[in-house]
């Protein structure tokens, strides 16, 4: 039986015959490294783990993390989890959650990566609307009794029917897969298995969680073929081999930590190192340690870097090539800076869950400043450029007004994509999807970019902002929205609006602007104090207050977000 495919036949037979689609899955990638170079070492943990985990730091190599895949498939074939059903993951970037990718793509079954700081109030969200039949967690996440409130869960909520978790005191009713994977397997019970599984390269690997202005997190399943496409536009433009060490400091629960970091490793067979809780000192001593090569970090960082000189005087960088940023603005200063200082080339990534794949670096944009301000016109004949992706897609801008296609420079456009790394549709979502596509089935993203270039040759995008007023902090998106309804709800407020503010380390965080109800007053700690009593995830928490008489509007009324960000670059932190 064939595992799950969403997209059409149509779509399939296309790409395969355009050579853009293959038949090997993530996992088979996997399996050739494993054979090839079986003692090179694959993964490391965070230095850090046992800040947010039980276990000490370990380093495997392709061979043991293999062993350690097989025994994970194992335990779930053995509790009756297999082919196209969901399993939910819970954990940390470690070498367990490169392992349960790994061991779900292995038996057919499709991951869905919570962010760690997901709780009771997104597992009633999600778990039973996904239809997880069980799920991957630790005992511990920093504080948190992980595995215990999940146990809990489950007893209201029989959708989920297995727990299965890594770590030490695992509570009754989840299965101790630490005690678990350490006795010997039966191997024939996966070799049995896998004789008759069907998985192909367009079954749906994951289903990645994505913030937006509805409220409630939304689905979006993606295939091995289609991550594949998306990683490519890493792989190609950051030039990676299998010679790379990759420091991955983002959650890799979604586009940037799996498109970005987790697959590009499957299709190079270098090394990956996990960081998890981000702290700066931890994340440069795995620089000069390990001798990494490749990293990802947020504008502000790279800037808050630059700006203390005595930091990186006392950090040994000099193995670092590449770095990836993105999710706001690039500085050109800041960029040109790392290139002149440094000898290392700071590439602009704008990407999305669903697909969206605009990566600029040296080869693209040899001009850094440049660089920091434009992306490459990825899918748009007669524009030659290194990363694949820019030749396995359409992308066009269209006036949401009138719908006119945009072909001028400086006009502003909603960016609209097809090709092969877009997603087919969200998860159970069937109205939802019809809206996002248009009728000739690009993908409308929401963003709004304009055409730049030089006279005739105009190879550019401009980002001039998102359409939504998504935040995103430190890599995980936060639906205003969300907090909105959720405050909404407190007796002491009469309005309220969320929006973001930049932060050096995060680059942004949010903050919550309340008009109080009459003779009310209100305080940010009351504010978290309720939203916990919700049980929502901790990063979604505000973190400023900004107590207003109204909320700035225009002539119809609606809020003007703009004015309240301008006013929170006035108001001291």
């Not at 009713?173 to 630490?178: K, R, Y």
């Not at 998306?230 to 990759?246: K, M, N």
């Not at 430190?474 to 709800?489: C, D, F, R, T």
């Amino acid at each position: 039986m064939p595992g799950l495919i969403i997209c059409s036949e149509e779509r399939i037979k296309e790409y395969t015959e355009k050579g853009w689609w293959g038949t090997v899955t993530v996992d088979e990638l996997f399996r050739r490294h494993a054979g090839s170079t079986p003692h090179a070492i694959a993964v490391m943990d965070p230095a850090n783990r046992l800040a947010i985990c039980d276990g000490e730091p370990r380093r495997v190599t392709f061979a043991q993390l293999d062993d350690e895949v097989n025994r994970l498939a194992v335990q779930l074939i053995a509790h009756e989890i297999g082919k196209d059903d969901i399993v939910a993951i819970q954990l940390p970037n470690t070498i367990e959650l490169v392992a349960a990718y790994l061991a779900i793509g292995r038996i057919g079954a499709i991951a869905s990566p919570f962010p760690v700081q997901y709780r009771q109030y997104e597992y009633e969200q999600l778990l039973g609307f996904l239809g997880a039949k069980a799920m991957l967690t630790t005992t511990r996440i920093g504080e948190r009794r992980n595995a215990e409130i999940l146990a809990q869960f489950k007893a209201t909520h029989p959708v989920l029917e297995t727990i299965l978790a890594w770590g030490e005191n695992v509570p009754a009713g989840v299965v101790p897969l630490q005690e678990r994977m350490a006795e010997p397997f039966d191997e024939t019970l996966l070799t049995s298995y896998l004789e008759n599984a069907v998985i192909t390269a367009n079954d749906i690997l994951t289903i990645c969680w994505t913030s937006g202005t509805e409220g409630r997190p939304k689905g979006v399943p993606r295939s091995h073929n289609e991550w594949f496409i998306s990683a490519y536009a890493t792989v190609d433009v950051a030039e990676l081999t299998q010679s790379d060490i990759l420091l991955n400091p983002f959650p890799m629960v979604n586009m940037a930590g799996i498109g970005g970091m987790l697959v590009p490793w499957v299709l190079t067979g270098c090394t990956l190192i996990q960081h998890h809780p981000f702290d700066l000192p931890v994340f440069l001593r795995q620089i000069a340690e390990e001798k990494v090569t490749y990293t990802v970090a947020p504008p502000a960082l790279l800037n808050m870097l630059l700006q203390n000189d005595n930091i990186l005087a006392n950090s040994d960088i000099s193995s670092i090539r590449v770095i990836g940023s993105g999710s706001a603005p690039l500085s050109p200063w800041m960029v040109k800076t790392w290139k002149e200082s440094f000898g290392v080339e700071i590439i602009n990534i704008f990407g999305s869950n669903e697909g969206a794949s605009f990566i600029g670096g040296a080869k693209e944009i040899d001009d850094p400043e440049l660089r920091a301000k434009y992306l490459p016109r990825f899918g748009v004949g007669g524009y030659e450029w290194s990363a694949r992706v820019a030749q396995r897609m359409q992308s066009r801008l269209v006036d949401v007004q009138t719908g006119e296609i945009i072909t001028e420079a400086g006009r502003p456009g909603e960016l609209r994509l097809r090709g092969a790394g877009i997603f087919s549709g969200y998860w159970k979502q069937e109205d939802l999807t019809r809206k996002v596509f248009d009728e000739e089935g690009y993908f409308c993203t929401g963003d709004v970019f304009e055409i730049a270039g030089e006279g005739d040759n105009l190879c550019y995008y401009r980002v001039v902002g998102r359409a939504k007023d998504i935040i995103i902090r430190g890599g995980m998106n936060i639906s205003p929205e969300e907090i909105e309804s959720l405050v909404q709800g407190h007796a002491k407020v009469a309005e309220v609006a969320v929006v973001g503010y930049p932060d050096p380390i995060l680059g942004e965080r949010s903050c919550v602007c309340v008009v109080p109800r009459p003779a009310a007053e209100i305080t940010l700690g009351e504010l978290i104090e309720y939203l916990k009593q919700k049980n929502i995830a901790s990063y979604k928490l505000p973190e400023r207050l900004l107590v207003l008489e109204a909320l700035p509007r225009n002539p119809v009324g609606k809020i003007v977000k703009q004015s309240l960000r301008e006013m929170l670059s006035k108001e001291p932190v």
